[in-house]
């Protein structure tokens, strides 16, 4: 079954870039990895999801090695309202596991 | 944003009480999940829906039924309600199933805080 590790919490400055990483060891060869951002009081919002190397969008990165077994969310240049916890998810409909999250703090 | 709506958004209840949430979406997805969010936790799925009437169970399914008449609506039953069942419950939907090789992201409603006292 596949379960995803990450860390607690980070802090980071406005205008950095942070980089997330997920360890999801069991990852099946099937399973996509996706990202997802959660506010206060709100559901998690999709960022960005891959399957394998490098997906870049609008507001984010994702790195994946070849191997699968992590996943690296990269922010550039974060600011105040990117403080928020950061969920990675891997698995299919019938095994979806969520981790525990990171809880990112974005200081001015 | 999705079109999906949770009700209530919050409720309190005693225990052994039934209690039902509703989902409600706008998006003719044919995917629905409940979700539930504990401190430490993260998210748990508890059901899942892929059509009428066609449902499944999810990671934490114990004391949880559900039920879906019509493409838009997914409900929850708690038949009796349980101190542990307290919790914010989430409502997601994807166009396939989440996570496999459709890409298809879920998209979350914003929650029912429910509380049993």
């Known amino acids: 079954l596949a379960k995803t590790t990450q860390p607690i919490s980070m802090d980071s400055y406005e205008g950095q870039e942070v980089n997330i990483t997920c360890s999801h060891n069991?990852?099946?060869?099937?399973?996509?990895i996706t990202w997802y951002q959660q506010f206060p009081s709100q559901g998690p919002r999709f960022i960005i999801q891959?399957?394998?190397t490098k997906v870049t969008n609008e507001v984010a990165s994702l790195f994946i090695p070849a191997d699968r077994k992590s996943s690296t969310l990269s922010l550039p240049r974060v600011s105040l309202s990117d403080t928020a916890v950061y969920y990675c998810?891997?698995?299919?409909?019938?095994?979806?596991?969520f981790g525990a999250g990171t809880r990112l703090t974005v200081k001015p | 944003d999705a079109g999906i709506t949770q009700s209530p958004r919050h409720k309190v209840t005693e225990t052994g009480t039934p209690v039902t949430l509703r989902c409600h979406q706008t998006?003719?997805?044919?995917?629905m999940y409940w979700y539930r969010q504990d401190p430490g936790h993260g998210l748990r799925l508890i059901h899942y829906?892929?059509?009428?009437?066609?449902?499944d169970k999810g990671e934490v399914s114990d004391g949880y039924s559900v039920s879906r008449s019509k493409t838009e609506d997914f409900l929850l039953t708690l038949e009796s309600a349980t101190s542990s069942q307290t919790s914010v419950y989430f409502c997601?939907?994807?166009?396939?199933?989440?996570?496999?090789?459709?890409?298809?992201?879920?998209?979350f409603g914003d929650g029912t805080r429910l509380s049993i006292l």
């Open positions: 997601a939907i994807s166009e396939s199933p989440a996570g496999t090789w459709s890409n298809q992201p879920q998209h």
């Open positions: 069991n990852i099946a060869t099937n399973d996509y």
């Open positions: 891959g399957y394998k």
């Open positions: 998810l891997v698995g299919d409909t019938q095994d979806m596991r």
């Open positions: 998006e003719n997805h044919r995917y």
């Open positions: 829906s892929y059509g009428v009437k066609d449902t």
